[in-house]
């Protein structure tokens, strides 16, 4: 994606190697070997949530590596006079740090973001995977569900990358809960108008009313309780994994650096969702760079795909549930020193 | 803490930090990576204190390279300019390889002529590695390269390892032979090159150079021995640069010797431990 510079000898080299048996690339790795993958959640305290994802940092370094910073922050859209799309929606970005690119001039930079963006956008704004709880009230008030990523290093792959980032924070995402809230005219509650109070009743959802009926009348919403955090994403364990395979046919490689990038003709980005009641979806799929792929070929690099998604989304589910569980517990201490 | 003139004493290193005083601003003058506040000089970075006279300047132990007139440099081609070419060479600005300071074929001696001018890329195009020498300075600070022996020019036959540029000592020659037949080519700028052994005589070549050979994008036909050998000397690079080892030929071949006796594949330098290991086994090498 970006232009990575690199000399024809470097790229003939890399190209021997990664062809002898077995192949041998820079750094020993085998072909489907990935750098070491760290991830953490919850690194936005002000985000709805969020993430911090590096591939391939060295041990004791602060830097190298591929970074990637994902947030989530929702925001209460209008559906009847504003931008808003009744039971919410999705909108998705991506910002490439100029740091990590210092080669690339700012239109070059924009032009990559736009892409990333758009790769990001398509895949998880997808209708099939749209949670069902972005709605507040049906046809007045929903949700719009921001996804800001940025690209602080590329050290190569940073298309997967970006994609972990955006599942962990999409996994970390909780909603807020909320109640409608109804208006009522005085004369219909008489016994509630009181000497210092106003006109407006709130309504409790809880009431014996009947709350189906309260969804289509309510006017406004309230946070029934401000610590609460909320819930999370319905359907979050559908959110897609990205795997990309460089090909350079006969063979391909993941988790390839940028010298490896540079040097292979094409790459394939495939999107895989696992529903867990359900067999695996491909959500999308990219194809770049100047090579030329045939049919059949591209179908057995499918399937090989999946294989490798279904790792990385196994390995990156059991991480995630880890970090819930870690967070979890540093909620609950946090709540006892409280008391 | 105040320092007198005796405190920079010949070879005695002063390391300080950010926001450290280091002397008072009345007796001497700030310089680079210091600030004065209150009447002191005050490090901005975290380094050693050099003085120059009376100007305290701190070098950064992190920074970008700072060329000095016959370093040895590993660079690679950013852009072909008219009579010159670009050279990232990790330093602050893109370094300047003219077309008068490379060996053209036909001689040495050969004055250059309109016709090169027009084919300076079959020479070096846009990312080419080459191998050269800080030959002056520009009146903006740029350096200017040249690669007027023959053991300088372009690279072919093995990869690139990029460390931080201080952990590159000055050697007597950062030309080294490793006895696994991988050849290393340490830049004082922190780029790293790691090849197959070309051996001495086929370097040099006779008289009149080969100017097919030495401007030449084919790598030769390299063994798969020599391969993971070149692969396990760029990871123990990568190692000892992480743990911020200066790098030396004695240290490095030790640490292939280690690497070699525990019989393990390329890939476990990666480990964390084995990494810990290695550092730990590096003896003798390290304190010469």
Redesign the interface.
């Known amino acids: 994606m970006s232009a990575t510079?690199?000399?024809?000898?470097?790229r003939?080299?890399?190209q021997?190697?990664l062809q002898?048996t077995p192949p041998?690339?820079?750094?020993?790795?085998?072909l489907l070997?990935f750098?070491?993958v760290l991830l953490e959640t919850g690194v936005a305290p002000l985000a709805n949530g969020s993430a911090k994802l590096n591939i391939g940092k060295?041990?004791?370094?602060g830097g190298?590596g591929t970074e990637v910073l994902a947030a989530v922050k929702l925001e209460v859209e209008d559906v009847e006079s504003g931008d808003g799309v009744d039971g919410g929606r999705v909108a998705c970005s991506v910002t490439c740090s100029p740091s990590a690119y210092p080669?690339l001039t700012s239109n070059a930079l924009d032009d990559l973001q736009h892409d990333l963006t758009v790769i990001l956008q398509q895949t998880i704004a997808h209708p099939s995977l749209h949670p069902s709880n972005l709605a507040i009230i049906p046809g007045r008030r929903a949700w719009l569900l921001n996804l800001d990523a940025v690209i602080l290093v590329d050290s190569g792959n940073v298309v997967d990358a970006l994609f972990m980032a955006a599942r962990a924070a999409l996994w970390d995402t909780k909603v807020p809960r909320t109640r409608p809230v109804a208006y009522q005219a005085p004369s219909v509650s008489k016994n509630a108008v009181k000497e210092n109070q106003d006109s407006m009743d709130v309504d409790q959802g809880t009431s014996s009313l009947d709350t189906r009926d309260m969804g289509r009348t309510a006017a406004d919403f309230e946070l029934p309780d401000y610590w609460d955090e909320g819930e999370v994403l319905q359907g979050r364990e559908r959110w897609p994994v990205s795997v990309t395979l460089n090909l350079l046919p006969p063979i391909h490689l993941l988790d390839a650096t940028l010298?490896e990038e540079a040097s292979v003709p094409l790459r394939l980005h495939l999107m895989f969702s696992f529903p867990s009641s359900a067999p695996p979806t491909l959500q999308s799929m990219r194809l770049s760079g100047p090579g030329e792929l045939d049919l059949v070929y591209l179908k057995s690099c499918i399937a090989d795909g999946e294989k490798y998604a279904r790792g990385l989304f196994t390995a990156l589910e059991s991480k995630l549930r880890e970090e819930d569980v870690r967070r979890n517990a540093k909620a609950r201490d946090r709540f006892a020193a409280l008391r | 803490m105040d320092l007198d003139e005796d405190d920079f004493d010949e070879g005695v290193q002063r390391i300080t930090g950010p926001g450290e005083s280091i002397t008072s601003s009345h007796a001497f003058m700030r310089g680079h990576g210091t600030y004065v506040d209150s009447e002191e000089v005050i490090a901005s970075v975290s380094g050693t204190v050099e003085r120059v006279n009376k100007l305290i300047t701190v070098r950064a132990v992190r920074s970008r390279y700072n060329p000095e007139v016959g370093d040895l440099v590993v660079g690679?081609?950013?852009e072909v300019q008219p009579r010159r070419w670009k050279v990232?060479a990790n330093s602050r600005q893109d370094a300047v390889l003219m077309l008068s300071s490379v060996n053209l074929p036909g001689g040495v001696q050969r004055r250059k002529l309109e016709s090169d001018e027009l084919q300076m890329r079959t020479f070096f195009e846009?990312?080419?590695?080459l191998v050269a020498e800080v030959q002056a300075f520009f009146s903006d600070g740029a350096m200017s390269l040249h690669t007027r022996s023959l053991r300088y020019g372009?690279?072919?036959?093995?990869?690139?390892v990029t460390v931080p540029p201080i952990l590159i000592r000055r050697l007597k020659s950062h030309f080294v032979s490793l006895p696994c037949g991988v050849d290393l080519i340490l830049g004082l700028n922190g780029y790293i090159w790691v090849s197959k052994h070309v051996k001495q005589h086929e370097q040099e070549g006779e008289e009149g150079f080969d100017a097919e050979a030495v401007y030449s994008?084919?790598?030769d036909d390299?063994d798969?021995a020599t391969?993971?050998a070149i692969?396990?000397v760029?990871?123990i690079i990568?190692?000892l640069?992480?743990?911020?080892i200066p790098l030396t030929d004695a240290v490095l071949l030790e640490a292939y010797e280690w690497a070699i006796e525990q019989e393990g594949?390329?890939?476990?330098?990666?480990l964390?431990e084995v990494?810990e290991n290695l550092v730990s086994s590096l003896g003798s090498g390290m304190r010469q």
């Open positions: 510079l690199v000399s024809k000898s470097e003939a080299y890399i021997a190697s002898t041998l690339r820079a750094d020993g790795r085998s070997d750098r070491t060295l041990a004791r370094e190298g080669h010298t | 690679r081609i950013t990232d846009e990312g080419d590695l372009k690279l072919r036959n093995g990869q690139l994008n084919r790598n390299i798969d391969r993971a692969s396990r760029g990871n990568k190692l640069a992480s743990h911020f594949s390329v890939k476990d330098l990666l964390d990494g």
